[in-house]
């Protein structure tokens, strides 16, 4: 009687599995998002200080704004998969009967809920020690902002960890490539956000910038999608 080839779980159930468990991980000790936080708010303030001005409009404040995101968000990114390996999960995961592309959607999922986190955690600082307008409902455009963002970013994010996972300047490297390929990201969400950030805040022209930022997320979900694999794989 002929054996039926036991077969992995699905796309979809493997990413909620790795999910869950990456999830009740940070929850359980708070390593990655307490880092991360008090990065935060320790910029703002060197800021606060190194500019000597305790309100930020327009332009300068979106770039203080998303530079301090973007640099706060790597420090999550270092600790993505270097965690599993350090733990000795990461060798098991590439083992597992599953499609290793539920380790890409999971990780990007993961770190996307972080970042949106962090953004409403840096708005509520940001707001206090340097914002000049006080938030009023136009500012609600930040959030198809910080979402196209934080889809850009956790992809890019996690593609690289993928790479650098296995080298042992890790540290170095993740920053050396994210950052470049966090430009076109940064250019965007800061265009979108200056007029938000003005003295009376204004929603102006967001659709060719929203556009922008989505269409570079575009093009690296579909590249990270088709390399993912070979990249963990090698």
């Not at 990655?32 to 990065?39: E, G, K, Q």
């Not at 270092?78 to 965690?83: E, H, K, T, Y």
């Amino acid at each position: 009687m002929r054996q039926r080839r036991r077969q992995g779980p699905s796309l979809a159930a493997a990413t909620l599995a790795i999910l869950r468990k990456d999830l009740r991980l940070e929850l359980r000790t708070l390593e990655t998002l307490t880092a991360t936080l008090i990065f935060t708010t320790a910029t703002f303030v060197v800021f606060h200080f190194a500019l000597d001005r305790d309100e930020l409009v327009g332009d300068l404040a979106a770039g203080v704004f998303w530079v301090t995101i973007l640099f706060a968000s790597a420090l999550t990114i270092n600790r993505l998969l270097a965690n599993e390996r350090s733990q000795g999960g990461y060798e098991s995961l590439l083992l597992a009967p599953i499609d290793r592309n539920a380790i890409l959607l999971a990780k990007m999922m993961f770190l996307f809920l972080a970042l949106c986190v962090l953004e409403i955690f840096a708005f509520a600082v940001f707001t206090l020690l340097l914002l000049g307008p006080n938030p009023t409902t136009e500012m609600l455009a930040l959030i198809p902002i910080c979402v196209l963002a934080n889809i850009g970013l956790a992809t890019i994010g996690t593609l690289v960890s993928g790479i650098a996972t296995d080298t042992t300047a890790r540290e170095l490297l993740v920053p050396l490539m994210t950052l470049p390929l966090f430009i076109p990201v940064l250019i965007g969400a800061a265009e979108a956000t200056s007029s938000l950030f003005e003295a009376a805040p204004l929603i102006v022209d967001l659709g060719r910038w929203l556009s922008l930022i989505a269409l570079y997320d575009a093009v690296f979900v579909l590249i990270a999608y088709a390399i993912f694999e070979y990249v963990v794989g090698d």
